[in-house]
Antibody, heavy 127, light 108 residues
């Protein structure tokens, strides 16, 4: 069974960089034909797609966050990570890692429906 | 990006009743790439429906999805106590994937 688990600081100061890691178990991110990514949800609000990565390093970022987001993968640790720079209070949210897409028949879909989610981790931006 | 508008914002029903939730897109959703999720407090969303009408693994058949183009519907035929939650639609036919603002289904 595929399991995803987020980890990282729960509190980040304004203007600093938010960093989170997702550890995947039950499958190898380098052997499966999947995209892995991040979605966030501000308290009491809806969901926002942040971005996705394929094990080869190919990435897709939401244009609304693209200038501040970096997603990377460490296949040796079966992990992928999120970095969001210059954070403000508006970046306070529960951050979910997830299986976000797939490649099949020569086509790749970096944004797809999400059938596997991590439990989520709350990150608060405050001084 | 495609904006999804869900209605109603809140739906108050009793167990055993039928629930009908709507999701309208600002432009046509490519290939009916529309999904529905259920989210309970403190939990990650759970995939219910993908491809507008295909049930995800393990989802009871009282959940059904329909629609195409810009108008989509999630129907719960007979509400069980565990069904009350917030429901989100998502389109993934056009990048970036986007979500609706949610419909809260509450016990009347």
């Amino acid at each position: 069974q595929l399991l995803l688990q987020e980890s990282g600081p729960g509190l980040v100061k304004p203007s600093e960089t938010l960093s989170l890691t997702c550890t995947v178990s039950g499958d190898s991110i380098s052997s499966s034909s999947y995209y892995w990514g991040w979605i966030r949800q501000p308290p009491g609000k809806g969901l926002e797609w942040i971005g996705s990565i394929y094990y080869s390093g190919s990435t897709y970022y939401n244009p609304s966050l693209k200038s501040r987001v970096t997603i990377s993968a460490d296949t040796s640790k079966n992990q992928f990570s999120l970095r969001l720079s210059t954070v403000t209070a508006a970046d306070t949210a529960v951050y979910y890692c997830a299986k976000t897409g797939y490649c099949r028949g020569g086509y790749c879909y970096s944004n797809s429906f999400i059938d596997y989610w991590g439990k989520g981790t709350l990150v608060t931006v405050s001084s | 990006e495609i904006v999804l508008t869900q209605s109603p914002g809140t739906l108050s029903l009793s167990p055993g009743e039928r629930a009908t939730l709507s999701c309208r897109a600002s432009q046509s959703v490519s290939s009916s790439y529309l999904a529905w999720y259920q989210q309970k407090p403190g939990q990650a969303p759970r995939l219910l429906i993908y491809g507008a009408s295909s049930r995800a693994t393990g989802i009871p058949d009282r959940f059904s999805g329909s629609g195409s183009g810009t108008d989509f519907t999630l129907t719960i035929s007979r509400l069980e106590p565990e069904d009350f939650a917030v429901f989100y639609c998502q389109q993934y036919g056009t990048s970036p994937a986007t979500f609706g603002q949610g419909t809260k289904l509450e016990i009347k």
